[in-house]
């Protein structure tokens, strides 16, 4: 097999081994020999763009770019002598003259920036050749981020960022020569993008200070940052995060790239919406006073109202709701109180309660779906609930042309990848007839479902599915993939956490004196949430409503008493992802104000 | 650089006021000429950020011409080292940097003004006349709104220039401003005859 062949070649005098196919950049690098580059960036299609990272090859008169020359067994490379620096040196001059790269004018101007460090490392003083001053235009039209392109190089990573990784191909370059630039779909300002899924990936990917995220604006280099590891809780898939703090501020939020999760991608909601967006939040317990509104109290006074409260009412008459977003520590202790409450739920999105009704969780579902050449998607919007899934299956249709089926579920911008796309299910023999041809040949296939798959639209989908996949022998059975809504939902469930998608029924079983809601860190309180089943009156006729949560939402407004807990980035704690996996939750800052974690909470009100 | 300048310092010490303090007196002082075109004056305050230094440096040095010394000198001396801040932005910074180069050895550009244009050259990517207009018809600050026309006044060009699209320049030392120990590096190592030598530990743009 020549897969397994290893070939050996000579960098620098240093006998290196590599595989074959692999670049002469690849294999210096894994032997720890650095070749300086800009464009090149691993996980990536090599470019052959920024030309810093030429090379040398004994007996061919002609310097070739490392990145993208396959290794040759037995050649010799040089990576450095005086014609490839002044060689890069010229590169770099040329990069520096063609823009505004004005380093004072520049947040990105104290170790972040990839020209800069190379040019430092080539002892550039001075540019050699006449600077052109361009007149470039900066787009700040998008929500999270800005694009300057007086800073940009040209080295394309954003763009291959954006069509191999998030699999939207909303960045191109346009224009030739000097008018070469990054362009938005055709040419288009960020705001009018109907393809820009905002996951940032652009922005954590460039080298200069061309992309810049708005929030992280000005609050200190990343270089000098604390660089803390935890785990989103936005969605079930937990993907890994890297949390920069500086002066106990979040500073930036890229994703972990030795998470085996999301391997460095998130979301627009795990990059951004966590700490970008203005929240309001709870430091100290409110209290509502005799004119009905909310007051400052402290703890001692708010869990004295909250235990009168509770004595006061009967077994019967007590209950617990939890955000399916808590930890499963947080769950432990939920449970311990079971015997003093007459009933304890979380509250779930529509048809999600099946779902979680035979909490499965399917190992290695990411590497499944990475890996599937046919997905189905049942019942569920990965584009908006589970983002870093949708790049994986845009991706794996337009990279390695993936069949992609869509049964049941709402509009959304997978449809247009889709080789079939039933927004109403038929149940015509001619339409499955279709299905069954377009799984044909199918090796990997993969199946992703969510709530709505357990509608009975849905299970039909699902059987019928399943007769086409058993009506085939010699095909594999298909990965199943659940994708629930509610982050930690499954592993609640299988704590014994009732699962309530109709919280109005679930409320009015028996009349309650005491509700305690514990909301945790969903951003609406988990008002949204509720909203679907939200009878508006309801928790007005309890006497007794107390929500423990990070911010101020429609659910605080109804409380007779808000206790303030910690957020994502304050909490310890794991939660387990739909592939099973139980991920670490890091503190990332310190607690503020008065807040409390979820468990010290209830301890504090039930034992 | 052709002829090393000063006396040659040839042992290194590590406090470089000590050093400088220690050389016997040299038998003549190297003159040089500061001078500020477009820039902020940051350099010049940067230089001065030498401290203590700056008393071994005199002992060495003869500022001849500067806007920070006192000596009222009607006509710009001959001298060895012309020191420069700023870009070239008018008729008269012209006139001035290319009477410099004519009378000074070596010439450097200090700071990231006079290298590359920097914050003076953001006005590059506009037309002149909106520049002129911008400041003195629409500025806010404005009372009266009238674009200087003394013959006095000297013109300012389409575009800021970095020094050496006028004169040759011998050294850049680029940083906005360069950090006092880059200028005495830079310093120490000419007047041992030595051109600097730049890489990632010296070097700054910001």
């Known amino acids: 097999m020549t897969a397994t062949k290893k070939i050996s070649l000579t960098i620098n005098g240093k006998v290196c081994a590599g595989k074959p196919g692999q670049t002469i950049l690849e294999i210096a690098r894994a032997n720890k020999i650095d070749i300086p580059t800009l464009c090149y960036l691993k996980g990536l299609t090599p470019w052959g763009g920024c030309r810093l990272c030429i090379v040398e090859i004994e007996g061919s008169p002609k310097v070739v770019p490392s990145c993208t020359t396959p290794a040759v067994g037995g050649s010799k490379i040089i990576t450095n002598s005086p014609r490839l620096q002044g060689l890069r040196k010229a590169t770099l001059e040329l990069l520096f003259s063609e823009r505004n790269h004005f380093c004072p004018m520049c947040q990105y101007n104290k170790g972040d920036c990839g020209l800069q460090h190379q040019g430092y490392l080539h002892g550039i003083n001075n540019v050699r050749y006449q600077y052109l001053y361009p007149a470039m235009p900066v787009d700040l039209t998008a929500k999270y981020f800005g694009i300057d392109h007086n800073r940009c190089i040209l080295c394309g990573r954003c763009v291959r960022t954006c069509d191999e990784i998030e699999g939207v191909h909303t960045l191109d370059v346009a224009y030739r020569g000097i008018r070469n630039r990054i362009v938005v779909d055709m040419l288009k300002k960020f705001s009018e993008s109907e393809t820009c899924t905002s996951c940032g990936a652009c922005v954590a990917n460039c080298p200069t200070g061309a992309f810049f995220d708005k929030a992280a604006a000005f609050r200190g280099p990343l270089a000098s940052c604390q660089q803390v590891l935890t785990t989103c809780t936005e969605c079930p898939l937990g993907c890994g995060l890297k949390v920069f703090v500086k002066e106990n501020r979040i500073v930036n939020v890229w994703g972990d790239p030795d998470s085996p999760v999301n391997r460095g991608h998130l979301c627009v909601k795990g990059r951004y919406e966590t700490w970008a967006e203005p929240r309001e939040r709870i430091t100290q317990p409110l209290l509502r006073g005799k004119d009905g509104k909310l007051k400052p109290a402290t703890w001692d006074n708010a869990i004295a109202a909250i235990r009168k409260a509770v004595k006061a009412a009967k077994k019967t008459e007590k209950a617990l709701l939890v955000a399916p977003r808590v930890t499963n520590e947080t769950a432990q202790t939920i449970t311990k109180f079971t015997g003093k409450i007459d009933r304890l739920g979380m509250y779930v999105t529509a048809n999600e309660a099946a779902l979680c009704s035979d909490p499965s969780f399917n190992a290695d579902a990411m590497r499944k779906l990475e890996d599937a050449d046919a997905i189905i998607i049942i019942g569920v919007q990965p584009s908006r609930d589970h983002g870093v899934v949708a790049a994986r299956i845009r991706t794996a249709v337009r990279k390695r042309e993936a069949k992609l089926l869509i049964f049941h579920a709402r509009k959304s911008d997978l449809d247009r990848y889709a080789n079939i796309c039933a927004h109403e299910v038929s149940l015509e023999h001619q339409f499955w007839d279709e299905v069954a041809a377009a799984l044909e040949g199918a090796q990997r296939p993969a199946i992703v479902y969510g709530a709505n798959a357990m509608t009975p639209i849905g299970v039909t989908v699902l059987e019928r599915l399943i007769k086409i996949f058993e009506g085939h022998p010699g095909r594999r059975a298909p990965a199943l993939i659940g994708l629930p809504v509610g982050t930690n939902s499954l592993a609640l469930a299988a704590a014994g956490i009732e699962a309530v998608e109709d919280v109005g029924p679930w409320l009015d079983a028996k009349p309650l004196k005491f509700l305690h809601i514990v909301a945790s860190d969903a951003p609406d309180g988990g008002a949204g949430m509720l909203e679907e089943k939200y009878v508006p009156g309801l928790l007005d006729e309890i006497p007794c409503v107390v929500v423990q949560a990070g911010y101020r939402s429609a659910l605080t407004g109804k409380a007779a008493v808000v206790l303030p807990a910690t957020i994502w980035c304050e909490k310890s704690g794991t939660i387990t992802n739909l592939e099973g996996r139980r991920l670490s939750l890091r503190p990332v800052l310190p607690v503020s104000g008065e807040a409390r974690e979820d468990a010290a909470i209830l301890e504090s009100v039930f034992a | ?206």
């Open chain 2, 1 to 206: 650089m052709k002829k090393p300048i000063g006396k040659k310092v040839t042992k290194k010490t590590t406090r470089p006021a000590a050093k400088a303090a220690a050389a016997p007196a040299a038998p003549a002082k190297v003159r040089v000429a500061t001078m500020w075109l477009s820039g902020c004056s940051g350099c010049h305050m940067s230089f001065l950020d030498l401290d203590e230094r700056l008393v071994g440096l005199a002992k060495l040095i003869d500022i001849l011409f500067s806007p920070i010394v006192d000596t009222k000198v009607k006509d710009m001396p001959q001298v060895d080292v012309g020191i420069v801040e700023g870009c070239v932005n008018n008729t008269d910074q012209e006139h001035e940097l290319k009477m410099l180069r004519d009378r000074c050895k070596i010439l450097i550009a200090l700071g990231d003004c006079a290298c590359t244009g920097n914050i003076p050259a953001l006005r590059n990517q506009f037309p002149l006349k909106d520049c002129l207009a911008r400041a003195y018809e629409q500025a806010e600050s404005n009372r009266i709104s009238c674009i200087p026309n003394d013959p006095l006044v000297p013109k300012l060009y389409p575009k800021a220039r970095p020094l050496q699209e006028v004169v040759k320049v011998d050294l850049h030392i680029p940083g906005c401003p360069p950090d006092a120990d880059v200028i005495w590096y830079a310093l120490t190592e000419l007047l041992a005859g030595r051109m600097p030598q730049w890489n990632e530990k010296n070097l700054r743009y910001d």
